[in-house]
């Protein structure tokens, strides 16, 4: 590399410190000695690697950049103001309120796939988007930017088998070595060989340099395009805070702006105004997609019984003959969820990602970047593993379907390891989320095809065991919908279910009714959002309602019926698990928690 | 090993395979394939390396074994026959309704130690026995059989990278390489070199065997005793369903009881009763404990401000000087949950789990099972990562302390990533937890002490800004009770808040006052168990409830107030965090949120 590129290099990297200086001095917080160990590394990457065209983000040969560290924002936004895609005004609205620049990114900025900030999810969500690029047939690249603390989670050595072993040499992941955490030294300060040992036994090619030397970086960041078959990363030894001696390489000055920004600027040697040309990507072909199709969902007879984990399945196989934007991903249960009739399908738009559910979810993160429609699908029970996931997912306004089978106590004797009990509670405070519960295989049918379109984290609940068919094949079943099943004048208690409790609810008010106790029933298979409509005036009209649910008293659907209500001061009873539930049949399982025919006959008498 | 040894460890290992088969074919159900494969490598380490007296679980010179892979439940119960500790009339009770043999094992039986089932958590929490060992002293061995589909999930390299960090010697870990998840042949298959490598790169001392060969067996496990400062992990090379043709090394045999059982006993050479005498623990000193002494917990001057974080990191060190037995537990951001002060206090007690949740969670466990105290603190937000090892300790019944500080919206600038709003939602279904969340530093101080008794999953919810201490030194808290802290005969609303909104609804009810209008205000810091009577009162005195949390509406506080009143039909009012927060400061949060005074009064003025 020419001496005056060198230079330049130099130069544009003291100007995204000073930049990560004064945008955390005009909030008075952030975290700049994070950014400024990491400003070499991102200045030879903008000047000489990446391929993104900054006037057009949607380019689908745009490469993808993600900051797994979320935290190094000011050295993101910095970039961003050398890229000439925010000016520096803006970039001193850094972490104020009505600001895009957040304290960490969101795509609320265009450029920004992902929100991140939870470290170890950077990466395992660049795994997605290089699957992706691997589907659509497109030349581009995945860069992640991770620090060296986020290496102790789980989730990047999920994402790191993942990438090496599907060699995803599109892949290249950069870790700022600067060997201080938030609170003191890293497990393996600057023992860059310890990272590479590592990521070489997994199978990736490993690069360790000095990360403050353009010219190590430029070449590393070219072996990484040059490399064939294998993710590349670079492990590169860093100074945190380089430039400044009041906080470089030192303890206690992480997370907070420096004490005197002014004098700081100036040991860097003051403001600059340096451009950087990014490269735009070549003209690429248009993305690949496989073809559409008519949408023939699977049809069940009323009266027989299925389980809603099949109609899943066959469900998702029909969906992916109808629509070439449709994935699907399983954890290494596909016989249990049923994903595998999509696999068997559609082989090339489904993705094995073994019991890893972290990365189970943030591939379906990554693939949705891209618009991909993803579908993953584990046990409920494990889906509380990638809750975290989930959670960023929302956070990120990610489009992703999430499957959850075996719920409840219903399964039966496998017991309480593998009951999803707390999914409920876990998928509706999700920011944007959707929950649905179907109880019968047409319903779950209609849902699957239902949530190709919702936007945000939607949630589908299915059943191990068959229950009986009780709509008809091809009935709609909006999101934010209910269903009455039985109803009368003379009502005095509704009772709100969903799932295999509404085939309860429906034993229980046939047996009432032989008793001439008439009550209603409302099969609530949206839980977020739910159908406040059709549940206040079940609360008006009997003012009883009882709610039954396979799932624990707290968080699920009793209380989604409870704030729908709460202002109208109905009286509620609650039925739902509360013990520890142990091995036994289905149906011992379902009158042991009290949420059978039984217990709801009982409620009911109890109540009136 | 001579001859007959080896003759009776393959005949011992045969008893355990027709075990295995007979116990699921008794049920129905069940893994005897992924027992199988298992049967050898668990006969030699019961004859000849395990140290347990099965008469007396508690011994605490015993060793711990832990099946990871818990769907391997008939292996373990056969196990148990083998060492008399279960009858053969038990055994057959496999899965049915009422046993303690159950499809996954819990410590409903006295000699396991934590419940297993979800897949890659018994390394993890190993490990923390294996802290646990070092801390007080024992020469005890921990033994992890785990599967190798298990060894993709992300929680098995964390848990690797802390034990080969620590080296911990006194750990093994048993990998049965069948080669056969659940739906299909594993990502490595049999290459054991895959692991090895993987596991050699995080420090481990390794060894590939035959798994079918007790010599060998036998050879790996003396090999692992006499093995210093490096954990040692045998990759055993075996076939799922070892010794029946129908399902050895077949797929699509899992999780299923076979189709001819007899036939199976009859090729597996028919039913044996052999007894394998396990040796017991040579004597060991007592173990060691530090010194308690007095309880002086820290004493805020009301009218101050202090955050409840602050307060927890100064009671922690209180208590940790006044009992010996509390440990505490940091995800490398003890500077933000203000561990770092007990940490600084007493560094031995003190475990650095790096950002790892998950095995921080884990580490918690297995410190629990030998009778440590371990408090636990990240980010709430965090917590979300380790939410299935927290759901699984509720089905263990461990008593473990979480807590998470940056709750809520009211952290401020740093955004939503940071902030915890799902927390409550999370913890509260989890089995026999307590949920527990201070509004002022006595409170928190008191608290903190309370959880040190506490059975099962507590959680304590802190804040990062100060709050004003608005209650005296020494004034107790009890789990499960509340405050009253405005309250007349006049009072037409009662606002139910806690942590931060406590003092908006105070600096409400106090406007309101102003204004000719009542209101009640109760601080509901104990969230589970909730107070019961406490709201009934309200909710029938005054008919109307207005709850008010930083956190999101679903699944929280309001929602445990709905619960508690549900039945009574009052008016009940919900606000907490609805849309997706941004960067503001913490006042600005509060009103974008609405649940700030003013919300809570327009609140007040609208339901009236």
Same mark, same amino acid.
């Given at each position: 590399?020419?001496?005056r590129?060198?230079?330049?290099?130099?130069?544009?990297?003291?100007?995204l410190?000073?930049?990560?200086?004064?945008a955390?001095?005009?909030?008075?917080?952030?975290h700049?000695?994070?950014?400024?160990s990491?400003?070499?590394?991102m200045?030879?990457?903008?000047?000489?690697?990446?391929?993104?065209?900054?006037a057009?983000?949607?380019?689908?040969?745009?490469d993808?950049?993600i900051?797994?560290?979320?935290h190094?924002?000011?050295?993101?936004y910095?970039?961003?103001?050398?890229?000439g895609?925010?000016d520096d005004e803006?970039?001193l609205?850094?972490?104020?309120?009505?600001?895009?620049? #957040? @304290?960490?990114?969101?795509p609320? $900025?265009?450029?920004? %796939?992902? /929100?991140?900030?939870?470290l *170890?999810?950077g990466l395992?969500?660049?795994?997605?988007?290089?699957?992706?690029?691997?589907?659509?047939?497109?030349?581009?690249?995945?860069?992640?930017?991770?620090?060296?603390?986020?290496?102790?989670?789980?989730?990047?050595?999920e994402?790191?088998?993942?990438?090496?072993?599907?060699?995803?040499?599109n892949?290249?992941?950069?870790?700022?070595?600067?060997r201080?955490?938030?609170?003191?030294?890293?497990r393996?300060?600057?023992?860059t060989?310890?990272?590479?040992?590592r990521?070489?036994?997994?199978?990736w090619?490993?690069?360790?340099?000095?990360?403050?030397?353009?010219g190590q970086?430029d070449?590393?960041?070219?072996?990484?395009?040059?490399?064939r078959r294998r993710?590349?990363?670079?492990?590169?030894k860093?100074?945190k805070?380089?430039?400044?001696?009041?906080v470089?390489?030192? #303890? @206690?000055?992480h997370g907070?702006? $420096?004490?005197?920004? %002014?004098? /700081?600027?100036?040991?860097? *040697?003051?403001?600059?105004?340096?451009?950087?040309?990014?490269?735009?990507?070549?003209?690429?072909?248009?993305?690949f997609?496989?073809?559409?199709?008519?949408?023939?969902?699977?049809a069940?007879?009323?009266?027989d019984?299925?389980?809603?984990?099949?109609?899943?399945?066959?469900?998702l196989?029909?969906?992916?003959?109808?629509?070439?934007?449709?994935?699907?991903?399983?954890?290494?249960v596909?016989d249990s969820t049923k994903?595998?009739?999509?696999?068997e399908?559609?082989?090339?738009?489904?993705?094995?990602m073994?019991?890893?559910?972290?990365?189970?979810?943030?591939?379906?993160?990554?693939?949705?970047v891209?618009?991909?429609?993803p579908?993953?699908?584990?046990?409920a029970?494990?889906?509380?593993?990638?809750?975290?996931f989930?959670?960023m997912a929302?956070?990120?306004?990610?489009?992703?379907?999430l499957?959850?089978?075996?719920?409840?106590?219903?399964?039966?004797?496998?017991?309480?390891?593998?009951?999803?009990?707390?999914?409920?509670?876990?998928?509706?405070p999700v920011?944007?989320?959707?929950v649905?519960?179907?109880?019968?295989?047409?319903?779950?049918?209609a849902?699957?095809a239902?949530?190709?379109?919702?936007?945000?984290?939607s949630?589908?609940?299915?059943?191990?065991?068959?229950?009986?068919?009780?709509?008809?094949p091809?009935?709609?079943?909006?999101?934010?919908?209910?269903?009455?099943?039985?109803?009368?004048a003379?009502?005095?208690v509704?009772?709100v279910?969903?799932?295999?409790?509404?085939?309860?609810?429906?034993?229980?008010?046939?047996e009432?009714?032989a008793?001439?106790?008439?009550?209603?029933?409302?099969?609530?298979?949206?839980?977020?959002?739910?159908?406040?409509?059709?549940?206040?005036?079940a609360?008006?009209?009997?003012?009883?309602?009882?709610?039954?649910?396979d799932?624990r008293?707290?968080g699920g659907?009793?209380?989604?019926?409870?704030?729908a209500?709460?202002e109208l001061?109905p009286?509620?009873?609650?039925?739902?698990?509360?013990g520890?539930?142990?091995?036994?049949?289905?149906e011992?399982?379902?009158?042991d928690?009290?949420?059978?025919?039984?217990?709801?006959?009982?409620?009911?008498k109890?109540l009136?």
């Open positions: 590399m020419p001496e590129d060198l230079h330049y290099l130099a130069e544009l990297a003291a100007q410190r000073v930049d990560s200086v004064r955390a001095a005009a909030a008075g917080s952030g700049p000695t994070s950014s400024m990491a400003a070499d590394l200045a030879v990457l903008f000047a000489c690697h990446l391929r993104y065209d900054f057009d983000p949607g380019n689908p040969a745009n993808h950049l900051f797994s560290k979320g190094a924002s000011p050295l993101l910095s970039l961003y103001k050398a890229a895609a925010v803006e970039l609205t850094f972490r104020k309120r009505g600001s895009r620049l #957040e @304290g960490h990114p969101t609320r $900025l265009p450029w920004v %796939d992902v /929100a991140t900030g939870s *170890g999810q395992p969500v660049g795994v997605g988007v290089a699957l992706a690029a691997r589907l659509e047939r497109l030349p581009y690249r995945v860069w992640v930017l991770c620090g060296d603390s986020e290496l102790a989670e789980g989730s990047i050595w994402a790191a088998e993942h990438a090496g072993d599907e060699g995803l040499a892949l290249t992941v950069i870790v700022d070595v600067n201080l955490g938030q609170r003191g030294p890293t393996h300060g600057w023992d060989g310890a990272y590479a040992r990521f070489g036994a997994f199978g090619h490993t690069i360790e340099i000095d990360g403050h030397d353009p970086i070449f590393a960041l070219s072996d990484a395009c040059n490399t993710p590349t990363v670079i492990l590169a860093t100074r805070g380089e430039g400044v001696l009041e470089e390489n030192r #303890e @206690g000055a907070k702006a $420096l004490k005197d920004p %002014d004098k /700081a600027v100036e040991e860097l *040697g003051g403001v600059r105004d340096l451009r950087v040309e990014v490269h735009r990507p070549d003209e690429a072909p248009a993305p997609r496989f073809d559409d199709g008519a949408l023939e969902l699977p069940y007879k009323t009266g019984s299925v389980a809603t984990r099949t109609a899943y399945g066959e469900a196989a029909a969906l992916g003959a109808a629509r070439g934007d449709v994935v699907a991903l399983d954890g290494e596909g994903t595998e009739l999509f696999a399908a559609f082989p090339e738009r489904f993705f094995q073994y019991i890893a559910e972290q990365q189970l979810v943030a591939a379906a993160v990554g693939l949705q891209r618009g991909w429609k579908y993953a699908a584990t046990f029970a494990f889906l509380t593993r990638a809750y975290d989930v959670r929302g956070v990120s306004g990610a489009s992703i379907r499957v959850g089978s075996h719920a409840g106590v219903a399964i039966g004797e496998d017991g309480p390891s593998q009951m999803g009990l707390e999914d409920l509670a876990m998928m509706r920011h944007g989320s959707t649905l519960y179907p109880c019968d295989a047409n319903q779950a049918a849902l699957v239902e949530m190709a379109d919702l936007e945000g984290v949630y589908l609940r299915t059943t191990r065991g068959a229950t009986p068919v009780i709509y008809e091809g009935e709609r079943f909006p999101v934010g919908g209910s269903r009455v099943l039985r109803r009368s003379e009502d005095r509704t009772i279910a969903a799932g295999v409790t509404v085939h309860e609810a429906l034993a229980a008010a046939d009432l009714a008793a001439d106790v008439p009550v209603g029933v409302i099969d609530l298979y949206s839980i977020k959002p739910v159908d406040a409509a059709a549940l206040a005036e609360a008006t009209t009997t003012g009883n309602l009882i709610t039954v649910e799932h008293l707290e659907l009793g209380d989604a019926v409870l704030e209500v709460s001061g009286r509620v009873v609650q039925l739902g698990v509360s520890l539930p142990a091995s036994a049949t289905p011992e399982q379902l009158a928690a009290r949420i059978d025919r039984r217990a709801i006959v009982a409620a009911v109890r009136l």
